[in-house]
């Protein structure tokens, strides 16, 4: 009764299992091409000195290290502004919700603003921070703009970690007539420690390479000075690959390529860093 | 509908000081009513145990002597729990306070990633406690009846001990903060039969001095280590029901409901 | 000896109480209830703030859109053709803007979409295990890669590739900005896609097993309908993104507001157009400046909306099997 098809549905399924391999090989293969094309036009022109030098009118004079250590301070005040909040927040709808219809509007809120596009943080920063606090085009702005992007990330990734401790443990320490914060302070932040660290750092590295925020705020993109203070001007490590790819000289774009191999650089150890704490903390909740 | 239970079932234990008392106490979470009017009085420094098959409810109704349903946000609950006379649900009632009275001793054992030392002084720490904090911890792991067996090793994990030393870790912990009550939930479940037997053997000298109710699946267990025994039922609508409530050796011996007959007889549960 | 003597509980009985003097009343003490909640008043503070960003955005993108309104009219910013601000002969014209931005956005999905969909087949159906936890990560590290990074590779690998292939492509063009921009958003449609046929249960690829079916069958005809609803979700979301992703755009699409159907030429979307006016020293309060946060609403608007049918899609898709 049935004609033999087997011989040709053994057929398609096999292309079809090539198929989808060889889709999944394209993403990893333009990755390897993204990082070859980088490496071989950045190398060249990476060395000492455009680590250490300015910015410059000249692509061979041209150096990083304003945008390196802004990208370093910004990162510093998003982190100071950004955690607290972030894992405050994540520990009020961890611990503290009673399930009620604040809460309930926090959670919606916080799924859209992750959703929200970065560079629409940008025009709040520039309407909120540089016009209607005064704040102008400083690295305080900035890092106030990236610390609003990063926090619903932050609370999402902390809340996770949050509800990875055991439910047992609360329950202990409940039974002990322990307060709400004494077990928040003393059983489960000490355990989620690392797996909250793990979060906040892949948070602040998306800061890390965000642009479009800095450039809608304004920040300048020829910078010959070190900011002294937060309430200083100040280039970044994207918007300077940005400024520089958007020169038409090649002699700029080989200077974007060393610029992103250095950001990549700092991405890869922060990330780096995030997967030997997420180890640990794996290994700490095992019992 | 069909009432497994005749509703004025009340489980009163003439002559003893009364420890905690339930009045037609109700439980639910959400839509789903765990437990309906079990009323209940638990004799001081007496062994009382909740039998019953799994989902009866008896480790929900153990939870509430403890309010430990108010970290379930659904859960809600009516009826009346008197602890020493005082509504512990009342406006007045401290959840934190209570359970400073109440310990707690759970089905898995739940010691805290810190030391041996640190499990037992965690209690007494966050309540204030200003007296000399090694005595306190030697006497709680005598008492658990485990000091002989850790007190070389008080700086090391409390994780790093056998499952059954973890149990009497927990019961030491519990001790530290001088409870009146201490509450049990299948203490001995997930422990091999030595372990269970010195936790077992633990429990009959600690009913001296406190008041312990015990949630067991276990019969036998009930009837070695317990005085008196509540046996509790869930119907078809899956309520749990309290059915009988006597001293053990009449519970098991001469059972008043041939439900309780049945399932201490092994013919069902 | 693991006993308990008589003496060590008579000890205990005798020892001090814990604590200060017993509460008998089991009342919260006045201190302690203050404590706590001067504890939980800032961690409060902190969730609230999120409300507040969600504020500040609306007010800030409300007030200035409503200047810009009042000078140019709503009919003028929904039908012009031209989008020509920072000229002297000035139309407010968004379809200009909005059209690029949907041309850039369907090209990336053209990309995004069925490479995404395949490989999650391919990680939720045939990958072993071992296989699944090399590609996953590498797949992830394409999601992190700064967008501007993506821009430079846009610009000055794949427009030059894609010249030498269509000799008439321009230096700046939509093209090149959507192959890269679906590699990016890649990820997204995979990994939302893959938990979405990872929920569909073992059962129902068990029955197509049972009657015969192979892998590609079970796949293409079970799984994949079984999880159709959460994959939809995982691709309105990634519009979403293509919708409000800036740097790609703004560095390989060009900054040419033209209503082009052309892949080839250069276009100017949105997001480019918020780029082009931040880098201009456009002072505050003056028409300019009010035109991006007219543009930025319209964005916001568009990415929320897709947001929140994408959600509630991916919800009705988690009840459906749970």
């Known amino acids: 009764m049935y004609a033999g098809n087997g011989a040709r549905r053994r057929v398609s399924g096999r292309l079809f299992q090539w198929l989808c391999l060889a889709a999944t090989c394209t993403g990893v293969a333009v990755l390897a091409v993204l990082l070859i094309d980088v490496l071989m036009d950045g190398l060249p022109t990476l060395s000492w000195t455009f680590l250490t030098n300015f910015p410059s009118r000249f692509p061979a004079q041209s150096g990083i290290l304003s945008a390196l250590v802004g990208s370093l301070w910004l990162i510093s005040l998003t982190a100071l502004f950004a955690v607290p909040t972030g894992v405050a927040a994540a520990v009020w709808l961890e611990e503290y919700e009673r399930k009620g219809r604040l809460s309930r509007l926090i959670e919606l809120n916080i799924s859209n603003l992750a959703g929200v596009p970065s560079i629409i943080y940008g025009l709040l920063g520039l309407g909120l921070f540089v016009r209607w606090m005064g704040l102008g085009r400083s690295l305080m702005s900035g890092a106030l703009t990236m610390a609003l992007l990063v926090v619903p990330v932050i609370i999402i990734n902390c809340r996770e970690a949050l509800r990875a401790v055991p439910r047992s443990q609360r329950e202990a320490a409940y039974a002990l ?108 909740l095992q019992w | 509908m069909v009432r497994l239970a005749p509703p004025q079932m009340t489980g009163d234990v003439g002559g003893a000081d009364e420890a905690l008392r339930t009045d037609k106490l109700n439980l639910w979470y959400g839509r789903f009513h765990a437990v309906e009017d079990i009323t209940l009085s638990v004799p001081a420094r007496r062994v009382t145990a909740l039998i019953g098959p799994s989902g009866c409810g008896k480790s929900t109704v153990l939870r509430c002597f403890n309010r430990m349903n108010d970290l379930t946000p659904e859960a809600r609950t009516t009826g009346e729990v008197r602890f020493q006379g005082i509504d512990i649900n009342g406006p007045d009632a401290d959840p934190v306070e209570l359970r400073r009275r109440i310990g707690m001793v759970f089905q898995k054992p739940n010691p805290f990633p810190k030391s041996v030392y640190d499990n037992v002084a965690f209690g007494p720490q966050i309540n204030g406690y200003r007296g000399n904090m090694d005595e306190l911890v030697e006497r709680s792991l005598r008492k658990a009846a485990l000091w002989d067996e850790v007190k070389d090793k008080l700086r090391q994990s409390g994780l790093a001990l056998s499952g059954g030393q973890q149990q009497r870790l927990c019961i030491a912990r519990a001790l530290a903060v001088e409870p009146d009550v201490l509450l049990m939930d299948e203490p001995a479940s997930a422990l091999d039969p030595i372990a269970t037997y010195k936790i077992e053997e633990l429990m009959t000298e600690l009913k001296n001095r406190y008041t312990i109710i015990v949630v067991t699946h276990n019969m036998q267990q009930a009837s070695r280590v317990s005085d008196f025994t509540a046996f509790l039922l869930a119907g078809e609508d899956r309520t749990g029901r309290l059915v009988e409530y006597g001293p053990t050796a009449e519970v098991f011996t001469h059972p008043k409901d041939e439900r309780t007959e049945a399932y201490i007889t092994g013919r069902f549960g | 000896m693991a006993g308990i003597s008589t003496s060590s509980v008579q000890a205990a009985a005798a020892a001090a109480q814990v604590g200060a003097a017993p509460n008998r009343s089991l009342q919260t003490p006045r201190a302690r209830g203050l404590r706590e909640r001067l504890i939980e008043a800032p961690l409060f503070a902190a969730a609230f703030v999120t409300i507040l960003t969600t504020a500040g955005i609306v007010a800030v993108l409300l007030v200035e859109t409503l200047s810009f309104f009042r000078v140019v009219p709503l009919r003028m910013f929904l039908t012009d053709t031209q989008w020509t601000p920072l000229f002297s002969d000035k139309h407010y014209g ?58 430079y590779f846009a610009l000055l690998f794949v427009t030059p590739a894609l010249q030498r292939m269509i000799p008439q492509t321009a230096v700046f063009n939509g093209l090149s900005a959507s192959i890269v921009m679906g590699f990016m958003i890649l990820p997204l449609v995979s990994s939302m896609s893959e938990d979405a046929m990872a929920a569909v249960p073992r059962s129902l690829r068990e029955g197509g097993y049972s009657l015969g079916a192979t892998r590609f069958e079970v796949a293409t005809r079970i799984v994949v309908p079984s999880a159709l609803s959460g994959i939809v979700a995982a691709f309105i979301l990634a519009i979403s993104r293509a919708v409000g992703e800036t740097m790609i755009v703004a560095i390989a699409a060009g900054q040419s507001p033209t209503l082009a159907l052309s892949p080839l030429v250069p276009i100017e979307t949105m997001t480019a157009y918020i780029v082009q006016v931040s880098l201009g020293d456009t002072p505050h309060g003056s028409l300019e400046y009010q035109t991006i946060f007219a543009v930025g609403s319209t964005l916001f608007l568009m990415t929320l909306l897709l947001n929140i049918i994408s959600q509630r899609v991916l919800r009705r898709f988690r009840e459906e099997y749970q």
Request: glycine letters at 8%.
């Open chain 1, 177 to 284: 007539g322990a307060t709400r914060s004494q077990v928040i302070w003393h059983i489960i932040l000490p355990m989620a420690i690392p797996g909250t660290l793990t979060g906040i750092i892949l948070s602040l590295s998306r800061a890390i390479g965000e642009t479009a925020p800095l450039i809608t705020i304004g920040a300048l993109t020829f910078i010959a000075f070190l900011p002294n203070s937060p309430m200083d001007a100040f280039t970044a490590l994207p918007i300077q690959i940005f400024n520089w790819v958007s020169r038409p000289q090649a002699g700029f774009h080989a200077v974007a390529a060393s610029g992103i191999i250095v950001l990549l650089v700092v991405l890869l150890s922060m990330n780096g860093v995030a997967i030997w704490f997420r180890d640990r903390s794996r290994r700490r």
């Open chain 3, 94 to 151: 968004i379809i200009v803007l909005l059209s690029a931005t949907m041309l850039t956005s369907v090209g990336a999905m053209f990309v995004a979409l069925p490479l995404g969909l395949l490989a999650a087949i391919f990680l939720s159906e045939y990958a072993s295990p071992r296989v699944h936890r090399v590609i996953k990560p590498v797949l992830e590290i394409l999601a992190g890669i700064p967008t501007v990074v993506y821009g």
